[in-house]
């Protein structure tokens, strides 16, 4: 029995206790049925506090599930990508191109994807663009990448995110984001009134990726 289970079974034995506490006190002769009709309200009352902790703890309970999968990505991600296994991708001399940032790839991704979990948007994207510039080849471009677009979907720029989320799938194909990308594509296309284009990006998943989870969830959601 997890966390939630044990405390809502402790909260319904609370309240089966209160109820029966109550129903052994003795009734005067002259109020026995006002009595009894309080104690109703009050067990009525009680089921309904009992409800709403439930639905408290049920949305709770969903979060928590998701900033673990958020922290067991991560800790994949560094377990997988020692520092000492990184080769830095020089870009060619070009004044436009930024200096390379300070820290390792790993420092440099960890904190732009502490920035988005924080919803420090503008810090993420700048991290992130940071990234997939100076380190295209690495493993996790692609996640980088794809995390490009959820900043921009955060912010409700969804022009953007549509193009961070493409580049996501076409520039890394083989990333475990891209499929993850067009899912993602679907509702921004939808919000800018393109259902017919978000249509295809539908379909363009299914055939794409039709093993993965995210077209699971595409199939769900049509």
Request: glycine share 6%; net charge negative; proline share 6%.
């Amino acid at each position: 029995m997890n966390f939630t289970s044990r405390l809502i079974s402790l909260l319904l034995a609370g309240a089966a206790l209160g109820g029966c506490a109550a129903s052994t006190a003795p009734l005067g002769n002259t109020r026995g049925e006002g009595d009894v009709t309080r104690l109703s309200n009050i067990q009525q009352q009680q089921g309904r506090r009992i409800e709403q902790l439930e639905k408290q703890l049920l949305q709770l309970e969903l979060r928590f599930e998701e900033q673990q999968v958020a922290t067991a990505e991560l800790q994949q991600w560094v377990a997988q990508n020692d520092t000492r296994n990184w080769q830095k991708t020089e870009p060619a001399p070009d004044l436009t191109v930024p200096t390379a940032p300070a820290g390792s790839p790993t420092e440099l991704y960890l904190q732009a994807f502490a920035d988005y979990a924080a919803g420090h948007y503008p810090q993420a994207i700048a991290g992130f663009n940071a990234f997939v510039t100076h380190y295209p080849g690495n493993s996790y471009a692609g996640n980088a990448q794809y995390w490009l677009g959820e900043c921009y979907y955060a912010l409700d720029d969804f022009p953007q995110a549509i193009r961070e989320f493409e580049k996501a799938a076409y520039q890394y194909p083989d990333s475990g984001k891209a499929p993850d990308a067009l899912l993602r594509m679907i509702p921004a296309l939808r919000q800018l009134n393109r259902s017919g284009q978000a249509e295809e990006v539908r379909q363009l998943l299914l055939r794409r990726y039709p093993d993965s989870q995210a077209a699971a969830r595409a199939r769900a959601d049509n």
